[in-house]
């Protein structure tokens, strides 16, 4: 039967829930179980796709085109697992379940509460991703904190999954502050024991509680959360603040936390086994090669709306040897004060996904510079099309080329809505998702990297390369390296007189791995160390890296 880890936040959000699930599933994977993952999203969007960067970061997409919280991008790069439409819901998607049974009579005539019917909706929710994927562990992590109003439901639904499953088969870790009172120098533990009494009050009794400080935790702290929170004293885990979140596996593991849930759960299980991974963190602590990448996006001053391209970058610089050094530069800051200003020590440049037209010109620029210059560029999604863009403009001669999603009465729409849009009214949930294959060009740099002609990747976008411009672009050395089965859509672009200049219409962010980049980033960090221009950082001793 599938066992259940539940992990719970407690005193702030943003705490490391997330990490912290991710580490513990790489843990319990290590030693030869099976792990499925989820996440719960106590808010009342129905999914993440039509909230604000600048709220809610990054929007990750599944293989299965499901739009979802960026924890899911932690789970599949830790795991090494691809996710679907299955770990990951929302309060919007509960409600709108039970909500759709009642107008059709499903409950018979009875009064709809939420003890039981939404609760039994989040309970199935979790039971048929078990019985589906039959892992031996699923991890199920819950959005907010204990407290939250919207929360509850959730809360209450994971206590009674006790019930549902058995005491022996179930789990509950909380994740909670320690703050660091800085006039006294004293780490406080009431607001655990607050969170922990909150956490009681609606019957869950935590099995352990990580405790996240920025500072050394002393062994009479560890003392008394187990004494007033009823923890075991080695279930109280300190997890300090760590320079590398890879290392977050480690630590955890150090702690005992993977045999305390072993134990707990009764699972038969392999010895702990981190050794790859912990060579891999090992080579990232002792890089000393400085690879300066400039990212230019819309949302630069929140990098966490680029969350899995700072990833993607670092893996890559890790099978490199590279330290890549990300500059975040803000596009419009590219339209007010030119590109030679913000991209001078790059020795590479990528533009990353975006909506709307503020900030785009000074992607264009971005693009204009990396090919002026000789700088290795790749384009995603939105980066394609401004890659296109500025080819049309500077290679063609068409200096109004331009996307109809900026300006819609463009002469010359080098950038279009997909057919299959034009009669799309609602925003979510509405656009091209998920994985869809791809033909590669024999010989193209694309083919190359991949080691394939056909490959499969994740799309978010609803605009697409306008086909009546390929054969023009062609001619001026822009092909088009990568089209979907039967020609129709353009997937990738290559500038085939620059050292490395690709466009992509998709995410491949999504599915780099830590200890396998993916190809493209790999091979573009490759391009960048290769030209790395005089301006770029110089290699720093250890000690020195260290400070930086």
Not at 342 to 347: G, N, R, T, V, Y
Not at 511 to 523: A, G, K, T, V, W
């Amino acid at each position: 039967m599938t066992k259940y880890v539940f992990v719970t936040g407690g005193v702030v959000s943003s705490v490391g829930k997330g990490i912290s699930a991710a580490s513990i599933g790489r843990i319990l994977k290590s030693r030869g179980l099976s792990v499925a993952i989820q996440k719960l999203d106590p808010y009342l969007n129905v999914d993440p796709g039509t909230m604000s960067p600048y709220q809610h970061g990054e929007v990750f997409v599944t293989k299965d085109g499901c739009e979802t919280d960026l924890d899911l991008g932690h789970y599949e790069r830790f795991i090494d697992i691809e996710l679907t439409k299955s770990s990951n819901i929302t309060a919007g998607q509960i409600y709108t379940q039970v909500i759709a049974k009642e107008r059709r009579g499903d409950y018979l005539g009875g009064t709809i509460q939420t003890v039981p019917h939404v609760t039994n909706a989040i309970k199935e929710f979790m039971l048929n991703a078990a019985a589906d994927q039959q892992p031996d562990v699923m991890l199920v992590e819950v959005g907010g904190t204990v407290g939250d109003i919207e929360g509850q439901p959730f809360l209450e639904a994971i206590r009674q999954m006790r019930t549902a499953v058995g005491r022996d088969n179930t789990y509950y870790i909380h994740v909670t502050l320690l703050p660091h009172i800085g006039a006294t120098g004293e780490l406080k533990t009431k607001p655990t024991q607050h969170s922990v009494r909150e956490l009681r009050a609606i019957g869950i009794q935590p099995d352990a509680i990580v405790c996240r400080s920025d500072f050394a935790i002393a062994e009479d702290i560890k003392d008394k959360i187990a004494l007033f929170c009823d923890v075991q004293r080695d279930a109280v885990i300190p997890m300090l603040t760590v320079n590398n979140i890879y290392e977050v596996p480690l630590v955890l593991e150090e702690s005992g936390i993977g045999d305390l849930i072993i134990d707990g759960l009764h699972l038969d299980a392999n010895p702990r086994n981190l050794g790859e991974w912990r060579a891999m963190v090992d080579r990232m602590a002792n890089t000393r090669k400085v690879l300066p990448i400039a990212v230019v996006g819309k949302y630069a001053d929140l990098p966490d709306a680029y969350l899995s391209v700072k990833e993607a970058l670092r893996h890559a610089g890790v099978f490199h040897e590279r330290d890549v050094d990300i500059t975040w530069v803000q596009s419009e800051d590219i339209e007010r004060d030119g590109a030679a200003e913000w991209l001078d020590h790059a020795a590479g440049i990528v533009v990353p996904g975006g909506f709307g037209a503020r900030g785009v010109e000074g992607m264009v620029d971005a693009v204009a510079y990396a090919r002026d210059q000789g700088i290795p560029y790749l384009g995603l999604c939105l980066g394609m099309q401004v890659m296109v863009m500025e080819s049309a403009r500077s290679l063609l001669g068409l200096t109004d080329a331009n996307s109809t999603e900026f300006d819609p009465e463009t002469p010359n729409p080098v950038i279009d809505l997909m057919p299959d849009q034009r009669d799309v009214s609602e925003m979510g949930g509405t656009m091209r998702l998920g994985n869809y294959p791809c033909q590669l060009m024999p010989g193209s740099r694309a083919a190359k990297s991949y080691g394939s002609e056909t490959i499969t990747e994740r799309h978010r976008h609803r605009f697409e390369f306008n086909n009546k411009y390929r054969e023009t672009l062609q001619e001026a050395g822009v092909l088009a390296t990568g089209l979907s089965p039967g020609g129709r859509l353009v997937e990738i672009v290559e500038n085939v007189d620059h050292p490395f200049m690709v466009g992509v219409q998709f995410h491949p962010e999504f599915r780099s791995r830590p200890q396998e980049p993916h190809p493209l980033f790999r091979d573009f960090v490759e391009a960048a160390s290769v030209v790395l221009r005089p301006g770029a950082q110089p290699e720093l001793p250890l000690a020195e890296e260290a400070q930086r």
